[in-house]
């Protein structure tokens, strides 16, 4: 096969075996980690592409970040897909594939070492570590950023060949798509600084050979030429030929040309630091010292590492550790360094190594931990992009080293078939974990300690499948482990509410909102909880700081609107419920309790409207059928039951 031939099978393998390992996806579920705020309970999303959803978009923080393209991603696989989860995670291995060909392919051109780039594209599809960013929907985010940052990659190849303001263009605008899907890719401008270096030769001088002046054509005899011949032999070899030292490019002007990219990394990260700070995601200090966090980032850094070539025990969620010992902090750093030494200290014979390296250390500074945001130690997503540069250090690497000699080159691919096979494993049943929020948790129990929030999803998990009591336990676990845990408190106090144990609950209640004062569902649902002994004057300034938390929350803002009714305020009423229905205007529930409101007002018309209007969303709705029988008068109308009043 010529290379020719080789450049389109390649591609079409690697498409083709990533789509066969990672299709399970499309029996999986939704996971009740980060799905549920991204997608399954969230109206915004939920409602499809919309200007509403547009504005929202660009302006929210919601989930303590913005990246409005993700959200409008979501949005239009919902307009597609609905809640099967299954559409969704096929777009998010689309992107994945993608992602592989653009591996190869960009390494490809600016290299032109065919397998070496086609090694690199291949580990980077199946490792094992990569199947968070795929099975989890939320994740869309880490393979679309990583997306359009290859395209960036791409359009900065096509620049190098002859820069100028137009082929930078396209540059800055796809490094701007790439930020407003993930900020992560923040330090994208210093990559290019490092592929400037390798493979691109524009960060040295480089040296050129200048050749003597030759002879005008016949002004030399040929008896000349013998005599010039004899004299060079007598005299030794003749001398190397004079090299003049042509500057290119100087790193100043590498810079300077990046200007426009390091603008918009700055801009992405005041943004992401704000959204952060008020989305309550970045522990303070006060919570986890700096000197612990920077020991965490160093055994993140090792543990990467050592999970890229054993990928064993990989987990959903890695809990933060109550201590961290000194010999695993010390020997990180050690092997960081001693890396770090050896890929500067054969940076001209290897540039490859270093600047893989270097591309590895510095894109996971963004989410290694020094600004602590959530509750993991490490995870394996962040290591999607970040990996590109490892395995483009390890392949050129051991593709020099094993090339010298034939039988070298016999056992490297011998052995590269091996790893892919194992890699191919591996990841199939990395994947299988992820089918559904049960499986997932349970793994993560089985290959980590202490994990509160593992415990706590999956009994959130068991509980949805009917099995309160046991769900029940593993709450009771994650607030043995972490008694600061605001989603144990709740979930317990969820499940106490409905065995009867309303004291109980009571208490686990203000409990959550004790740990964490932004806690609406818990306000909404000791709202609920007073309400159901009617109470309805307790129960108003628990929905009142509910609604202050998430004001675009249609459930919170309708039970609002019941208990100002059961408390005899129905202008009050009538408000919440106007405010419910705009931010979800099918709301069936919200019309027949607003048309009950207005016809207590004698505001009997509009009363008979949103009667209407419920049963026109939901036909079978009995109450509203009874409510708008009621206001036309019918005589066989059982009369309507008003909102409850306390006591």
């Not at 689309?94 to 600016?110: G, I, Q, T």
């Not at 007598?234 to 100043?252: C, I, L, T």
């Not at 040309?257 to 630091?273: D, G, M, N």
Request: glycine share 6%.
């Amino acid at each position: 096969m010529t290379t020719r031939h080789w450049k389109i099978l390649i591609p079409l393998v690697l498409a083709l075996v990533t789509l066969v390992v990672f299709w399970q996806v499309r029996d999986h579920e939704f996971i009740n980690l980060d799905d549920e705020q991204y997608v399954t309970r969230n109206p915004h999303v939920r409602g499809g592409l919309t200007a509403g959803g547009l504005a929202w978009a660009f302006t929210t923080t919601h989930a303590s970040n913005w990246h409005p393209l993700t959200w409008l991603s979501h949005m239009l696989d919902s307009q597609l897909f609905g809640m099967n989860a299954a559409g969704h995670l096929l777009v998010n291995l689309l992107f994945h594939v993608a992602n592989a060909l653009l591996v190869f392919l960009v390494l490809n051109r600016m290299t032109q070492a065919l397998w070496q780039s086609a090694a690199v594209a291949f580990l980077f599809a199946l490792h094992p570590l990569h199947v968070e960013s795929v099975a989890m929907v939320a994740e869309r985010k880490d393979v679309l950023s990583t997306f359009f940052l290859l395209l960036t990659l791409w359009a900065y190849w096509v620049y190098s060949r002859s820069p100028g303001i137009a082929r930078m263009i396209p540059v800055v605008a796809l490094f701007a798509l790439g930020l407003l899907s993930k900020p992560m890719i923040v330090t994208l401008p210093f990559v290019l600084l490092l592929l400037d270096y390798w493979p691109l030769g524009r960060y040295l001088a480089s040296e050129r050979p200048v050749p003597h002046p030759l002879p005008a054509p016949g002004s030399e005899s040929p008896g000349k030429k013998k005599k010039q011949k004899k004299k060079q032999t007598a005299e030794g070899p003749p001398a190397p030929p004079v090299r003049k030292k042509s500057h290119a490019a100087v790193p100043w002007a590498l810079v300077t040309e990046k200007i426009p990219l390091f603008v918009l990394t700055i801009l992405s990260s005041i943004v992401t630091f704000h959204a952060q700070q008020k989305g309550g995601a970045m522990s303070p200090l006060d919570d986890i010292p700096l000197m612990k966090r920077m020991g965490n980032a160093l055994i993140a850094y090792a543990s990467y590492l050592i999970k890229t070539f054993f990928p064993q025990g990989l987990a959903v969620f890695y809990p933060y550790p109550a201590s961290l010992p000194a010999w695993q902090v010390l020997g990180s750093a050690a092997l960081i360094c001693a890396i770090t030494i050896v890929a500067v200290h054969f940076r001209k014979r290897f540039p490859y190594v270093l600047v893989g390296w270097l591309w590895y250390l510095g894109t996971l500074v963004p989410v290694i931990g020094i600004v602590q945001v959530g509750m993991q130690s490490m995870a394996d997503r962040y290591t999607y992009m970040p990996h590109i540069g490892l395995f483009i250090a390890v392949v050129w690497g051991i593709g020099e080293l094993a090339g010298r000699h034939a039988s070298g080159r016999k056992i490297l691919a011998a052995v590269t078939g091996i790893v892919f096979a194992g890699l191919t494993v591996a990841t199939w049943n990395q994947l299988s974990y992820w089918r559904n929020s049960i499986t997932l948790f349970e793994h993560a129990l089985r290959v980590t300690e202490q994990n509160s929030l593992a415990h706590l999803n999956l009994g959130v998990a068991l509980n949805r499948a009917g099995k309160g009591s046991e769900a029940a336990e593993h709450y009771r676990e994650a607030l043995r482990i972490n008694p600061n845990t605001s989603g144990g408190h709740f979930n317990l106090a969820n499940y106490y509410s409905s065995t009867g144990r309303k004291d109980e609950a009571l208490l686990h209640y203000r409990e959550a909102v004790r740990i964490n004062p932004r806690y609406a569902s818990a306000y909404n649902n000791l709202g609920l909880l007073m309400m159901s002994e009617r109470r309805a004057e307790e129960a108003i300034p628990y929905y009142r700081s509910a609604v202050e938390l998430e004001p675009s929350n249609a459930g919170i803002r309708y039970n609002y609107g019941i208990a100002l009714a059961a408390a005899g305020r129905l202008p009050e009423a009538i408000v919440q419920f106007n405010s419910a229905l705009e931010s979800r205007p099918d709301y069936p529930e919200a019309h027949n309790y607003l048309g009950m409101a207005l016809l207590m007002q004698g505001n009997r018309e509009e009363g008979i409207r949103h009667f209407r209007q419920a049963l026109w969303l939901k036909p079978d709705f009995a109450p509203a059928r009874r409510n708008l029988d009621n206001a036309l008068g019918n005589r066989n109308a059982q009369a309507p039951a008003g909102p409850p009043r306390s006591r």
